[in-house]
């Protein structure tokens, strides 16, 4: 179930987000794999939802640990942060930003000072007759 390599148009805005590595001089260790086919294998295991470490090396994106590492590594870097909010000011520069159906839900935003907390009850007359009806 291999799907397609990365797009070339969504790699060019990818590409200059991400922080270059150099090999060290002394105990330059193994060579990394490029970014390009990690970034295809995490969204290899994102799409199909496979376990990490089953991960095919036969697909040539690393192993399952490399993109795993790779993904927290961008992921703290505030990589994917940074491309949403490109591509967002791309979409709304070409006028194809539709916000009239964007949805939120609790699950997604924290309610920060949102709500009023509730204080205590008066019982009352009628707070005690709708209670024992």
């Given at each position: 179930m291999a799907t397609a390599p990365l797009d070339d148009?969504?790699?060019?805005?990818?590409?200059p987000l991400l922080q270059v590595r150099k090999r060290r001089l002394h105990h330059?260790?193994?060579?990394?794999?490029?970014d390009r086919?990690?970034?295809a294998g995490i969204l290899f295991v994102l799409r199909t939802g496979?376990?990490?470490?089953?991960?095919p090396q036969e697909l040539g994106y690393g192993s399952g640990r490399t993109c795993w590492r790779r993904l927290q590594e961008w992921q703290?870097?505030?990589v994917f942060q940074a491309l949403h909010e490109r591509l967002l000011s791309q979409l709304r520069a070409a006028g194809r930003l539709d916000l009239s159906?964007?949805?939120?839900?609790?699950?997604?935003?924290?309610a920060l000072l949102g709500a009023i907390?509730?204080?205590?009850?008066?019982?009352?007359?009628?707070?005690l007759a709708a209670s024992t009806t």
């Open positions: 148009e969504l790699w060019k805005l990818i590409e330059p260790g193994r060579k990394r794999i490029h086919r990690t970034l496979i376990a990490w470490q089953q991960l703290q870097a505030g159906r964007a949805v939120c839900d609790s699950a997604s935003l924290r907390k509730p204080g205590p009850v008066r019982l009352t007359g009628a707070n």
